[in-house]
């Protein structure tokens, strides 16, 4: 069973900086891509960026040039850097995992972590 973990949510001030992290129970690089996801209060759940097993990323538009994605294969864990945070970036923050067994696609989500930014 998978198991991912996200840590590292807070309360911070308007142009501050936050490291979200996702551990996986298992072998990150088992998934073809991991992803973090933002869901605010009334709000539908929301890509924010995502790494591939071979190691591209890719970025909603919100968040290009403020935040980066990376992994530590040692650690399997992938973790999401937030700079400069905005008060419109506050939203529980959700690890997904996307793995592929033919015919099948496995989803798994972590727990989520809560990020409050203040104006």
């Known amino acids: 069973q998978v198991q991912l973990m996200d840590t590292g949510g807070g309360l911070v001030q308007a142009g501050g900086s936050l490291r979200l992290s996702c551990a996986a129970s298992?072998?990150?690089?088992?998934?073809?891509?991991v992803s973090w996801y933002r869901q605010a209060p009334g709000k539908q759940r929301d890509l924010v960026a995502t790494?591939?097993?071979?190691?591209?990323?890719n970025y909603a538009d919100s968040v290009k040039g403020r935040f980066t994605i990376s992994r530590d294969n040692a650690k399997n864990t992938v973790y999401l850097q937030m700079n400069s945070l905005k008060p419109e970036d506050t939203a529980v923050y959700y690890c997904?995992?996307?793995?592929?067994?033919?015919?099948?696609?496995?989803?798994?989500w972590g727990q989520g972590t809560q990020v409050t930014v203040s104006s």
């Open positions: 997904n995992a996307k793995q592929y067994a033919g015919p099948q696609w496995y989803n798994y």
């Open positions: 298992g072998n990150i690089l088992s998934f073809n891509a």
């Open positions: 790494i591939t097993s071979s190691g591209s990323t």
